[in-house]
């Protein structure tokens, strides 16, 4: 690694860990603070019906992609799938299925890698967990149980994924938000569980309604209610909406930064992206031909830079939430050390600036000036903020509500992703992501277009419930069950904590230590800010701030949803750091944030299209040859050469896997090959085929206005990606289990083929594995429990000391 990046990277950290530290009671404000559910309702409903398109889109390929009639049989999956979650199951050929003893079980819960379909897997089975899939789906989108079918969801689609991931393209996003949505309390509003609450409080007369008292806002206890009357709308966490907003940023500047190649740099990338039918719904030859080249390239270098600058949209909505909190200002030597901080963060940038070389892929790439040059200018912003100190908050105020305000940023989007998906069919996961678009500001706007569209409805006769026709603000922040407690842990115990994981993280990386000092050191810091916390929230029970937004959470909770936000951002910017060769320890620092990001599976891993689009047309074609020599083309193909109709309605799944068999992970050919000689079998009353052949048909992209068909046909090339004889391919051949299951008659064991990777024993691999990682969620769960009992303590101290008020008064 050159040491200008060295230092570059050391100081970036050091600088980031004393601003978190400096301005940590703004940073509090925003992301631990109450606010109105009603956004975060409405993505809840929008991400839902996306979710349920993208299983109705996958449901149709459920046996070959998670079943042991599919892609991969039921002796394969441990190795394949299962990793470190399976090391200590038997794959039922050298060792029995299942696990082997208590540790093999302790290692499979504690992996995080979880799926029930690594145990049973036959296409019912695979039909049931889709349907209970589909049903939790739709219970989160209805909000009915909306955290029990949040945490559903989550898992048995994780569990889909953990099985099969073939068709894998843009179900990160699902994967993502899901885990998101699971902490948050998305059915607040517009569901099912708010429509009992609310129902139950009315017939109690504990409700506050829009034409009552606090206008559906909420009461005080008062003589006519002594208990208060409860908000129809009670505020939740800003945190989970707030990590979505950071997520969504993440995926957009990733995959923007990656697309350095040269056709984004000419600007043809859409040109190829649409000559490519791949995903387009429409012919647009002729369309690309009349308008020429230009328009297109405007398109492509806007969409680039739009997705790269994506995180501006986080710097404007923090700065108008940091506007609306009442935060005050820093002065004296903590304005001094943010200066300090901010000029560590502009040396950082001009170091890594200078040094071009060092912040591409691979030489050549025509990226390095653009990277460089966005450096520099981060550089002489964060310059430009050390030397104003406290009056670049007025600066910031003023570009939030300018160049920065989302509705410039969103509206680009919003136009982005309806026009790309008008042009290609690319499935469920373009409108899931513009769901997002409502936790990063539009989320205002788009609750008062549904009060208004309501509003009309009910003037039209429809019955319309009075709270969604009538302006109905959110729950009353003044209402005294809301928290202002005056406890906040101290920057020095902040910056304590944050020096500490980066010394912890510097030993496991460069130290060779590995994942252990980083675990370490991480519980150490929370236990360290846990003890502290304690100490101060006990001695200043009692004592009240003013707030404009309560917290969401009392003290423990604070700090267990600080902590939380810490851990999963800094395992995000980790998992992203670049494949840089100036960054040979990227594998030993992903490995540090690996278990976390397994565990959540939010790893980003976009590249759409990047760093440059295919150029050329593929098809998929596969060839059986019977037993008699005769040869079959087989018809449910990946990419047949009688390619769909346009216009191309429906995603059909099926091309993103001819794609990754193609090209993405022509690793999967192999075993593409082998199901052809095992379904052959299955509907051939189990007489196995010869061999199956696979094959790539390309053929230079066709230029504007040409005839797609006659293009290909004239230029096409034949490329073998598989050959494989069905008699002695391993794993092509069927198992007893599926044999019986058809009814077919058993075979001999000695006919059945295998290649395996890892070790054939539980002791060999036992020898591999760290003894000690069970003992980390362990010991997390134990920091857990101490935040829950100092919660507890706490809930009791102030259901006390409102008892006796409320005695005092009487």
């Known amino acids: 690694m050159s040491p200008g990046l060295a230092v570059a990277l050391a100081l970036t950290a050091a600088s980031l860990v004393g601003l978190v530290a400096l301005y940590r009671e703004g940073l509090r404000r925003v992301l631990l603070r109450a606010v109105d559910p009603r956004p975060l309702a409405l993505l809840r409903i929008a991400f839902g019906c996306c979710l349920l398109v993208n299983l109705l889109e996958v449901a149709p390929l459920a046996s070959y992609l998670f079943s042991d009639e599919g892609l991969l049989p039921r002796a394969a999956v441990p190795e394949r799938m299962g990793r470190g979650a399976l090391i200590g199951f038997g794959d039922g050929v050298r060792e029995p299925a299942g696990p082997l003893d208590a540790t093999a079980v302790l290692d499979f819960v504690s992996s995080g890698r979880w799926s029930p379909l690594y145990f049973a897997d036959s296409p019912g089975v695979v039909g049931v967990h889709l349907g209970l899939l589909f049903a939790a789906a739709l219970a989160l989108t209805l909000g009915f149980r909306t955290r029990l079918s949040a945490i559903a969801s989550w898992l048995l689609y994780a569990g889909l994924l953990r099985r099969g991931e073939a068709h894998w393209g843009g179900e990160q996003v699902f994967c993502a938000f899901l885990f998101l949505l699971m902490w948050s309390r998305c059915g607040a509003a517009y569901s099912v569980d708010n429509w009992r609450r609310c129902r139950a409080l009315r ?22 209610a002594p208990h208060g009357l409860a908000a129809i709308y009670r505020r939740i966490p800003a945190w989970p909406q707030a990590l979505m907003a950071g997520q969504l940023a993440l995926c957009y500047a990733a995959n923007g930064w990656v697309k350095a190649g040269t056709s984004w740099q000419t600007g043809d990338v859409l040109q190829f992206v649409l000559l490519r039918d791949t995903y387009v719904r429409w012919d647009m030859s002729a369309a690309i031909a009349a308008m020429g080249p230009w328009p297109l390239r405007l398109a492509g270098w806007g969409v680039m830079w739009w997705e790269r600058l994506f995180p501006l949209v986080l710097v404007g909505l923090a700065a108008r939430a940091l506007a609306r909190s009442g935060t005050p200002a820093l002065r004296g030597p903590a ?5 300090l901080c901010w000029g560590g963060l502009a040396a950082a940038a001009a170091i890594a600036a ?18 460089a040059a966005t450096l520099a200018v981060l550089a002489a912003v964060c310059a430009a903020v050390a030397i104003a100190g406290p009056r670049a908050g007025a600066a910031a105020r003023r570009l939030a509500a300018g160049p920065l305000a989302p509705k410039w940023w969103l509206g680009f989007g919003l136009l982005f992703h309806l026009g790309n998906h008008a042009l290609l069919a690319v499935g469920a996961f373009a409108p899931a992501t513009m769901s997002v678009y409502l936790v990063c500001g539009a989320g205002p706007w788009a609750v008062a277009t549904l009060q208004r569209a309501l509003r009309g409805l009910a ?30 842990l101290p920057g020095w115990a902040i910056a304590g904590a944050g020096g500490l994981v980066l010394a912890g993280g510097a030993i496991a990386v460069i130290g060779g230590v590995g994942p252990r000092a980083w675990h370490a050191a991480w519980l150490a810091a929370g236990t360290g800010l846990t003890i502290v916390g304690w100490r101060i929230a006990r001695r200043d029970r009692g004592a009240v701030i003013e707030l404009r937004e309560p917290w969401a959470h009392g003290p423990a909770g604070r700090l267990a949803a600080g902590g939380l936000v810490a851990y999963h951002v800094a395992a995000l910017l980790v998992w992203q750091l670049p494949a840089w060769p100036s960054v040979p320890w990227r594998a030993q620092a992903r490995a540090l944030v690996g278990p976390w990001i397994e565990l959540s599976f939010t790893s980003q891993v976009w590249a759409m299209f990047a760093p440059n689009p295919p150029r050329e047309q593929n098809l998929l074609r596969a060839t059986v040859v019977d037993a008699a020599g005769k040869r079959h083309r087989f018809g449910a193909e990946p990419q047949r050469e009688d390619d769909a109709p346009r216009p191309y309605w429906w995603h059909d799944r099926w091309r993103k896997i001819g794609d990754n068999v193609l090209g993405q992970r022509e690793r999967l050919a192999p075993w593409h090959a082998r199901y052809l000689c095992r379904r052959w079998a299955l509907e051939h009353g189990g007489e196995p085929p010869r061999e199956v052949l696979l094959e790539n048909l390309r053929a230079p992209l066709p230029p504007p206005g040409s005839d797609p068909r006659e293009h290909f046909a004239a230029r096409q090339q034949v490329r073998v990606l598989a050959q494989v004889t069905c008699a002695e391919e391993p794993f092509a051949q069927l198992d007893p289990e599926v044999r019986g299951r058809h009814g077919l008659a058993p075979e001999s064991a000695e006919t059945r083929r295998f290649a395996w990777e890892r070790p054939a024993t539980w002791a060999e691999r036992q020898a591999r594995r760290d003894p000690l990682a069970p003992l ?35």
């Not at 017939?203 to 006519?224: I, N, T, V």
């Not at 302006?471 to 003044?478: F, G, I, N």
Request: proline content about 10%; hydrophobic content about 45%.
């Open 776 to 810: 980390w969620p362990l010991a997390a769960l134990g920091l857990l429990g101490a935040l829950a009992r100092w919660a507890r303590e706490d809930r009791r101290a102030r259901v006390a000391a409102r008892v006796a008020g409320a005695r005092a008064q009487g």
């Open 354 to 371: 200078a040094v071009p070389e060092d912040l591409v892929e691979k030489p050549g790439i025509p990226g390095t000036a653009e990277r």
């Open 203 to 224: 017939r109690h007369g504990l409700l506050s309604m829009p034409s009552g008292p606090g206008a559906g806002a909420g009461a005080a206890p008062s003589a006519a």
């Open 459 to 488: 003037r039209r006769g429809v019955p319309v419930p009075e709270n969604l026709r009538e302006e109905t603000a959110c729950e009353d922040p003044s209402l005294p069950h809301l928290h202002r407690d005056a406890a906040a």
């Open 335 to 339: 304005a001094a050390a943010a200066r």
